[in-house]
């Protein structure tokens, strides 16, 4: 993949990735930091997500009631994201009106406020948040299996946090979280749209050159040494709701893993190809897929639907399948088995090969084609890899062969290395037992 950008490191460390784009006059501008809830130790689960929406409250420059209503003005849209090994924060507006984002962002690096009413008040919204998680079934059943798949690395929690973390949780922690990582040798600004790139360089530094880095802790995934599972591992969840679940989740490579080629493969095999862009970027019909075919057609389940996400530390690959409410969930579940003992055991047509590469394929394309897309991932690949993942990924998917994914069959998808939960719901509209 053809795909020419300027990227360079400041002095002081923060790492500035550019892409002309002269299609349309807009500019999309993105800043991420290096944390995320891999990031957070015992007693501060939910940080980085919390300190996000503080990011929002204001700086003394640009008060929490001007900054929407200025974005919204010049005709543009912005966001923040924190996900498990990052943050990020995003402005797509007209060319001439990037200024906005770049003054914003410079000032909300060192400057945000964390008023202390703004902090009880955000409290209260993200507990109202995670509990609104708690009456949704897959929420539910998510969280026990990924707590149940690590014992010590941090992706064991939920990126919103623990509830009594956030109760806990005071003013003082957020702000250190804050100062600790939000820093330009922690930061990486990536942008494309219609711009020069050295003229654009030049003024990123005028904003951000005077900023000084900042010694950075030692990283608490880095400090956790996640133990190869031990065994399957079953758990059953209650709650309310009408709606039988099963979540089946492997342990995954890291993006920069040779494997991760081999298990998107094999994702788009069993479910059809998950996005790796949580920006957005369309859908692909997973009806030709091996677990769609044995599972829906077969009406043991209403629907069926692979996830595999691109992380820094190895972390999981799911299955999430909707019961048939005509059938059990052992039924559902022996089906399921049926096809990983398949995939292990008979080689894999160069043909169904073929349409899962061309599906993985598709799907990666309709996440990359805009500009907010593009410069996305200019600093997405950067979080988990660098830049080359990006562009060879496509390459990297046309390697796959048989041999490896029968290798990677029988490796990973071994019994040992699987948590299995089931949701069994009350029958009822409300309350249910806590997981």
């Avoid at 498990?84 to 914003?104: G, Q």
């Avoid at 509830?163 to 939000?182: F, G, I, N, Q, V």
């Avoid at 065994?231 to 059953?236: A, D, I, K, P, V």
């Avoid at 044995?294 to 999430?320: C, H, K, M, N, W």
Wanted: with cysteine.
């Amino acid at each position: 993949m053809s795909d020419p950008t300027l990227k360079v490191q400041l002095s002081n460390g923060l790492t500035v990735h550019l892409k002309e784009i002269h299609t349309a006059p807009l500019i999309s501008h993105w800043i991420w930091y290096r944390v995320g809830s891999r990031d957070e130790p015992a007693g501060l689960t939910g940080v980085s997500h919390w300190v996000e929406h503080m990011q929002f409250k204001g700086t003394p420059r640009y008060p929490a009631t001007v900054l929407d209503r200025a974005i919204s003005r010049e005709g543009g849209m912005w966001n923040a994201f924190t996900y498990l090994d990052w943050t990020t924060y995003f402005e797509t507006l007209p060319a001439d009106k990037i200024s906005l984002a770049l003054e914003l962002e410079a000032d909300r690096m060192v400057n945000s406020l964390f008023d202390p009413e703004e902090v009880e008040s955000e409290r209260t919204v993200i507990l109202a948040e995670r509990e609104g998680h708690e009456n949704e079934p897959l929420f539910r059943l998510g969280e026990a299996v990924q707590t149940a798949s690590f014992r010590v690395h941090p992706y064991r929690h939920e990126i919103i946090g623990d509830k009594e973390d956030l109760r806990r949780m005071t003013r003082d922690d957020l702000y250190r979280h804050y100062r600790t990582y939000y820093n330009p040798n922690n930061a990486l600004i990536a942008m494309a749209g219609d711009f020069e790139a050295e003229a654009m360089l030049q003024r990123l530094q005028e904003l951000y050159a005077p900023l000084s880095a900042v010694p950075l802790p030692e990283r608490v995934a880095a400090a956790c040494v996640e133990p190869p599972p031990q065994g399957e591992q079953q758990l059953e969840v209650t709650g309310p709701g009408q709606t039988t679940y099963i979540q089946i989740s492997y342990r995954s490579p890291a993006a920069a893993h040779p494997d991760f080629a081999t298990f998107t493969i094999i994702d788009s095999l069993l479910t059809g190809p998950s996005s790796l862009n949580m920006f957005g970027g369309g859908g692909i019909s997973n009806k030709t897929s091996r677990l769609y075919r044995a599972l829906v057609d077969r009406e043991l389940a209403v629907s069926v639907g692979g996830s595999l996400q691109a992380t820094l530390d190895p972390f999981l690959y799911d299955t999430i399948i909707t019961v048939h409410p005509q059938r059990t969930p052992q039924e559902a579940l022996a089906a399921y088995d049926a096809q990983i003992r398949r995939l292990q055991e008979e080689w894999v047509s160069s043909d169904e090969i073929a349409r899962a590469i061309k599906q993985a394929r598709a799907l990666f394309a309709y996440g990359s084609e805009n500009i907010t897309n593009q410069a996305f991932w200019l600093g997405y690949a950067e979080m988990f890899a660098s830049y080359d993942w990006f562009t060879g990924y496509l390459e990297n998917l046309s390697r796959v062969t048989p041999d490896e994914i029968m290798r990677v069959a029988q490796t990973a998808f071994q019994a040992q290395n699987r948590v299995v939960g089931v949701y069994l719901p009350d029958r009822s509209d409300g309350g249910g037992k806590e997981p």
